[in-house]
């Protein structure tokens, strides 16, 4: 038994891929559930607008953070700022004729697709005094369904794009196909193209089934723009089949790749905003969430289609998106076309045949 015993330990020694996913993965919950996982919102952004917006930003208690005052704003401008993301809570400082100064005395707008920090808001807001009824935009029964869907599509991405990519190329490695496909006429890039293609083809369709479902059975709206929403997807599947690839080439079989995509998976589902809010989040690792390509794209998909939200106000998520998928694409082909060209020498010197790598 003790032969064996130590026979074991040598193994995992030897897998070093296994034995750091067993040491960092614990480690990793435990920042994760530590300093990341709360429900507490410390912080609400909001804007003040109209007349009256510098002595009521002055009169805003904690956890308000006001983002924003302007005397000349109305309320058209409040909404425009939730819509756009720029705030949470929206007050608009202009009292009817007649009536005292004072906070509790102006109408006050909440964006309702931020779920936690709305309700912290409306807790806030009925303990300050005699304040009219706040009125909730974008999700006013405030339902778990409208926010969490959108981000449900996000991860049906990442499962398709990362995941099953990954056990699709590191499966056709094992059986041989690529060492094949490595002394035939096609570039590199032609097989990374065509090895790609259908599972971003069965992504997309795997999120519109998801996104129908939830408009048709949770009641979640889809206020915005279709064009919009899919140059989001777009981007976001870019930067998952390509992670999934890059995944694949410094994997030797599927075990590796599954372990690889778990460490991937996992703070993109927990540290995203999908599940805790980003602004509950300590500081020292709050910085993760703002390199995970997740983030971005919940906020693409709630904003569109929870809040309608224009193309000109998602241009930072956007933008992040496809820095993001160059980046992870650009070196998953780099390191696809690392593999390719040994096997294609190795194929040409038995067969005599001319390697794909020249073609390219």
């Known amino acids: 038994m003790w032969a064996i015993v130590v026979k074991e330990f040598r193994q995992l020694r030897r897998d070093r891929r296994t034995l750091a996913m067993m040491i960092a993965l614990p480690l990793l919950l435990l920042v994760i559930f530590g ?67 004072g906070l509790a005395t102006f109408p006050v707008v909440v964006d309702g697709s931020e779920l936690f920090s709305a309700r912290a808001a409306l807790t806030v807001l009925h303990q300050i005094g005699p304040l009219s009824h706040p009125q909730v935009l974008f999700n006013p029964g405030l339902k778990t369904s409208v926010v969490m869907v959108p981000g449900l599509v996000g991860i049906i991405l990442v499962f398709v794009g990362t995941l099953t990519t990954a056990l699709g190329v590191v499966r056709e490695r094992q059986a041989g196909t690529l060492e094949q496909l490595a002394v035939m006429p096609f570039r590199p890039r032609d097989v990374f193209v065509g090895k790609v293609a259908p599972y971003f083809v069965v992504a ?22 279709l064009a919009v929403f899919g140059l989001g997807a777009v ?65 693409v998909s709630r904003g569109i289609m929870v809040k309608a939200t224009p193309i000109g106000a998602l241009w930072l998520p ?22 390719l060209a040994p096997a294609g020498r190795v194929r040409a010197a038995a067969g005599g045949e001319e390697p794909a790598t020249a073609a390219g």
């Open 35 to 101: 300093y990341a996982a709360s429900f507490d919102v410390t912080s609400i952004p909001a804007v003040v607008e109209g007349p009256g917006a510098a002595a009521v930003a002055r009169e805003l208690p904690k956890p308000f953070h006001v983002v924003r005052v302007d005397s000349s704003g109305t309320r058209a401008d409040v909404v425009a700022a939730l819509r756009d993301g720029v705030a949470v809570v929206g007050i608009v400082a202009a009292p009817a004729a007649g009536t005292p100064p």
């Open 204 to 225: 997309a369709v795997d999120m519109s089934v998801i996104a129908v479902a939830g408009i048709l059975v949770f009641g979640v709206p889809f206020r915005g723009s």
């Open 235 to 299: 981007l976001f599947l870019f930067v998952t089949l390509g992670l999934g690839v890059l995944i694949s080439t410094v994997s030797e079989n599927q075990g590796q790749a599954i372990q690889l995509a778990i460490m991937t998976l996992l703070p993109q589902v927990l540290l995203s905003g999908l599940v805790f809010p980003v602004s509950s989040m300590a500081a020292g690792v709050r910085w993760i969430a703002y390199v995970l390509p997740l983030t971005y794209f919940i906020r």
């Open 318 to 339: 956007l933008a992040m998106l496809a820095v993001l998928g160059a980046a992870v694409f650009g070196l998953s082909l780099v390191r696809f076309r690392r593999d």
